[in-house]
Every structure is written in structure tokens, then in C-alpha cells.
């Protein structure tokens, strides 16, 4: 049995959500060197599931709360090293194709960025 947790406590404050050869990786790569800004492209180097929760997570539609705690605590830990509040967003090329992302997002809260 998995605990599940909820889409409005992934610490998602926005997504990008974009398609591909229009820019949404040169975006994403220029918004990671902003210290006040982490997307979820960074978690995987903390040895979080694959390379890309939203995409993973389509097949389960809803987080496990193990998941949820971690990404919260990333963003906690995020935020003691650089001082301030960090903004956290997901973004990745292939989102505009998947209604099901863009609904998860909705749910997480996060702003869509089109």
C-alpha cells in the first residue's frame, strides 16, 4: 500500500509548458542560473525517480506523499542555502502535447507558462 499524496502540496509554483524546437529548454537553462529559482530538473541529481516527475507521474495521475516530502524538503533545503524564498516550476518541451500534464499542473497550483 502507498500513501498518496496531493498535485496542490508538490511545491510547484509554475510550469513551462512548451513544444518542441521553441525554446523551452534555452528558457529553462537560463532561468536555472537564478539562485531564486529551481526547476525540476535539478531533482534528479538528488536521486529522484527518472528524469522527469510529470512525465513518470501521468501513468499514476496522482503523487505519492513520498514524493511530495521530498520535493518540499528540496525546496526547504533550496531555501536555507540561498537565504529567501526559492520559486520551484517544472518545465519541459513535450508538456503542450499532453493535456493530462497540463491538468496536473492546474492542480499543483502552478502557473502555466505558455
Known amino acids: ?3 498518496l499524496g496531493s498535485w496542490r502540496d508538490m511545491a ?6 512548451g513544444v518542441g524546437h521553441c525554446g523551452t529548454t534555452s528558457l529553462r537553462k537560463n532561468l536555472v542560473a537564478h539562485p531564486g529559482i529551481a526547476l525540476q530538473h535539478e531533482w534528479e541529481t538528488e536521486g529522484t525517480v527518472g528524469e522527469d516527475h510529470l ?17 518540499q524538503a528540496l525546496r ?16 519541459n518541451p513535450g508538456y503542450a502535447e499532453n493535456p493530462v500534464i497540463i491538468r496536473m ?4 497550483g502552478a502557473k502555466i507558462l505558455a
Open 1 to 3: 500500500v502507498t500513501e
Open 105 to 108: 499542473l492546474q492542480h499543483a
Open 12 to 17: 510547484t509554483d509554475f510550469g513551462i509548458v
Open 76 to 91: 526547504s533545503r533550496r531555501e536555507v542555502a540561498v537565504g529567501h524564498r526559492v520559486v520551484m516550476g517544472m518545465a
Open 55 to 71: 512525465w513518470w507521474y501521468t501513468r499514476k495521475f496522482l503523487p505519492t506523499k513520498e514524493l511530495v516530502d521530498h520535493l
